[in-house]
């Protein structure tokens, strides 16, 4: 039988790269996002029409689109609930969606705007873990069960104009690195993958917060010289997931193209 992941935040982006990647590897996906703009923030949230773009793009059968909203731990755990009743159990839970705000100093930033990056980028991440590791606890022994999100080298770098969004991304570093712990012994890991400048959504609203003409001005600070792409953060997420990650539990893998150098 497939193995069987839930991936939030994958209508596009790195969640979208991650469905696929883990899709191509052979796994049955549940491609969950909330297809809905935050009135909260300025700038447009992934679509319905790009949930199910990713799922049309993969092998018949391997991705199912789900609406749902991945801060919410009950509609998370409807969404495990279904993924074990179709496919038996869950094996990897992956906890990409993110928001970002901010282009002025914390004290000057709208409460509903740090709210929502808090909520989104951490809450998020509370939410996969409460919701999705009892499923990956309720497989049998010998489990090789994986629980991974997806931070940010915003986490230990400090970003100027965007300190909830660094504060955010820091605590998912510190949830999963308690989470590797308290999970000893069952053959469940859980590590977090922290990309830098990568070609999504965010950096292009990164751009506009900064006033930079373009995403593209960010790929000097790396570095490699360039930005980073979704596929080569969700190969990462990707090798966490298989058999070749059952070594690593607690980490913060980097993926930023020396960013945190």
Do not use: H
Request: aromatic fraction near 4%.
């Amino acid at each position: 039988m497939a193995r069987c992941a839930i991936v939030t935040g994958a209508a596009r982006g790195i969640g979208a790269a991650t469905v696929r990647a883990l899709a191509a590897d052979g796994w049955t996906v549940v491609a969950v996002d909330r297809c809905v703009d935050d009135p909260r923030l300025p700038y447009a949230m992934g679509s319905r029409e790009e949930l199910e773009a990713v799922a049309g793009d993969a092998r018949p059968g391997a991705v199912t689109p789900v609406v749902a909203d991945a801060t919410d731990v009950d509609a998370l755990a409807a969404v495990v609930a279904e993924a074990e009743a179709r496919a038996g159990g869950v094996d990897a839970v992956v906890a990409v969606a993110g928001a970002i705000a901010g282009g002025v100093p914390l004290w000057e930033m709208p409460a509903a705007e740090q709210e929502a990056v808090l909520e989104i980028n951490l809450g998020g991440v509370i939410a996969a873990a409460r919701a999705g590791v009892p499923a990956l606890l309720r497989r049998p022994q010998p489990r090789s069960g994986r629980f991974v999100a997806v931070a940010s080298t915003a986490a230990s770098r400090g970003l100027p104009m965007l300190a909830a969004y660094c504060a955010a991304k820091a605590g998912v570093v510190g949830l999963v690195r308690a989470l590797a712990l308290e999970l000893r012994g069952t053959g469940v890991t859980a590590n977090s993958v922290s990309p830098g400048s990568t070609r999504t959504p965010i950096l292009e609203q990164s751009a506009r917060l900064y006033g930079l003409p373009s995403a593209e001005a960010f790929a000097a600070q790396q570095p490699i010289e360039r930005l980073l792409e979704p596929d080569e953060v969700a190969a990462m997420i990707a090798w966490l997931a298989g058999p070749a990650g059952a070594g690593v539990t607690g980490a913060e893998l980097p993926v930023d193209g020396g960013l945190s150098l």
